[in-house]
């Protein structure tokens, strides 16, 4: 659509209905002009090879499938295809000029109940994650199934699909993912493809490759104030991403979950689908789909990096978010082959060592125990309560240090008695407070890291300064705090087994390739 159109359709008086403003939002593939009460959503006329809207008859054919397909899981939200005409003005959606495009008219949803706001406000409970999980179930039970659908379970399509993605990706290796990680993922694929043979086919004889969704994430997913569940915006352009495995359904939302680190909701939202439909085997591939689906996000959000409508701080912002679905990619594979490990992070205040614990914590799936946070639980303080006692004072007291170092360590014990990682995010200014995590990690045949994060001074002055401000930082760190534990640190030696040294200045892809890979996690 010419630009000409595009802002003519921002004028509220070319709707048929009345609104005071519109809003455009847009994506690498749609204009969406949002009115008070409803959603027009015309498509580009892009060709990307799985996705034409290269002409008009194929927007218009595209826009019905859009209806129909979504009606299935929200069926009181897509209303209609509208025509876009030219008008004198430019473009409207009445009068009799030329036919220029077709929207699909939707009601607009409350934006501030769409699952994604309400998970960063922390307004969503277990509850309402197993009621969507049975929501998807049920829609999955009932999804078309043929011999020609279940054609798209099997080996050679999903090897097409992948061969597919990394033909697309290869452009962006070396921005928004490594040629390293590139060829770490693909190779990973093919074999995964080629050792699980016996199990995709088990997945198309049970039943399981149907007519899904195909883009169940949380920005599409919408809790109604009366409860209901919308689930909209489904893959309308190419049956090839939406006829699948069920398993390759529930790995986007999984995924996403993940991605906002809410991985915790995964195990419920899993237990309720089994339930709802009796896949008791689809945890056998399901790390495989959010490998893929994390791949494809990364790839959607390189892809808006080509589109030259898209304002440059909206494509930094893009490259980013693509990054960091590669990390995750990445990080799937990396975290099926990390045997039992105890992790520590150490140093001072301000050096960035929590930093270093969360994005490690993102990238392996790992819990997280911290000092700062159980020294509070301990206290009967909220993890962002802040308490600027003086050092070695109120609740950090040397007694009150040793209760929270030795609540540490129980709940460590607690994950490798069990057989899982966990990482272990405090100060341990003393080798002796080292040591007896390391000797516990022994004691279960663990492996041990021990990451002391450092940085150059005026770096954690400056980060510490910033951090004055900011209310969601259970930390009460401070430069004197820094001064202070300088003076009594035991600083680890290269006598110390385990020991990985960092410098936490670098560029965080830098960090975490330096740590995988000395820790022989990625090759």
């Not at 883009?215 to 104030?225: A, G, S």
Request: hydrophobic fraction near 35%.
């Amino acid at each position: 659509m010419e630009q000409r159109f595009v802002r003519s359709l921002l004028k509220p008086s070319v709707y048929p209905d009345p609104t005071v403003s519109v809003e455009l939002v847009q994506t690498h593939v749609s204009y969406i002009f949002l009115t008070d009460r409803f959603a027009y959503k015309i498509k580009k006329p892009v060709n990307f090879g799985f996705l034409n809207f290269s002409t008009l008859d194929r927007r218009r054919f595209y826009c019905n499938e859009e209806v129909r397909l979504n009606r299935r899981l929200c069926p009181d939200i897509y209303l209609d295809v509208v025509e876009v005409r030219e008008t004198p003005g430019g473009a409207g959606f009445s009068g009799d000029g030329r036919i220029i495009d077709y929207a699909v008219k939707m009601k607009r949803l409350p934006a501030e109940r769409m699952l994604d706001r309400l998970l960063k406000l922390g307004k969503v409970s277990v509850d309402e994650i197993r009621a969507i999980a049975r929501v998807i179930g049920k829609f999955h039970r009932r999804a078309e199934r043929s011999d020609e659908i279940d054609r798209y379970g099997e080996i050679e399509t999903i090897r097409t699909n992948w061969e597919e993605n990394f033909q697309q990706t290869c452009q962006f290796a070396g921005d928004t993912l490594s040629g390293r990680d590139l060829r770490f993922i693909e190779g990973w694929v093919d074999r995964f493809i080629r050792d699980n043979a016996e199990t995709f086919a088990r997945r198309v004889a049970g039943g399981f490759i149907r007519d899904c969704d195909g883009d169940i994430h949380m920005e599409n997913i919408c809790l109604n104030d009366d409860g209901g569940i919308c689930i909209f915006d489904c893959i309308e352009f190419n049956t090839r991403f939406r006829y699948g495995d069920t398993a390759a359904d529930i790995a986007f939302l999984l995924m996403d979950f993940d991605m906002n680190r809410r991985g915790d909701f995964c195990g419920p939202f899993i237990e309720e689908y089994v339930q709802a439909t009796g896949d008791d085997g689809i945890t056998e591939v399901l790390d495989f789909y959010k490998v893929y689906r994390a791949y494809i996000r990364g790839k959607v959000e390189s892809m808006r990096l080509l589109d030259p409508q898209i304002p440059l701080a909206d494509k930094e912002a893009a490259r980013e978010r693509a990054r960091r679905y590669f990390r995750l990619a990445r990080g799937y594979i990396a975290r099926r082959t990390l045997p039992p490990s105890l992790i520590l992070t150490c140093g001072l205040t301000g050096t960035g060592k929590s930093f270093v614990a969360r994005e490690l914590a993102f990238d392996l799936g790992l819990e997280i125990v911290s000092s700062d946070v159980v020294r509070k639980e301990l206290a009967g303080l909220l993890p962002t309560e802040h308490r600027r006692d003086r050092y070695g004072e109120g609740i950090y007291a040397i007694t009150v240090t040793a209760r929270t170092y030795d609540t540490l360590l129980e709940r460590a014990e607690t994950a490798l008695a069990a057989g899982q990682s966990i990482i272990v995010d405090a100060t341990f200014r003393s080798r002796t407070d080292r040591d007896i995590f390391r000797q516990m990690a022994v004691r279960h045949a663990a492996r041990f890291h021990l990451i002391h994060a450092n940085c150059p001074e005026g770096t954690a002055q400056q980060r510490l300064e910033i951090r004055k401000n900011q209310t969601n930082e259970p930390s009460d760190g401070r430069w004197e705090i820094y001064l202070r534990q300088k003076e009594e640190f035991h600083f680890p030696t290269d006598d110390e087994a385990g020991l990985i040294r960092i410098d936490t200045s670098k560029p965080v892809a830098e960090l975490l390739d330096t740590l995988l890979g000395t820790m022989e996690i990625l090759p």
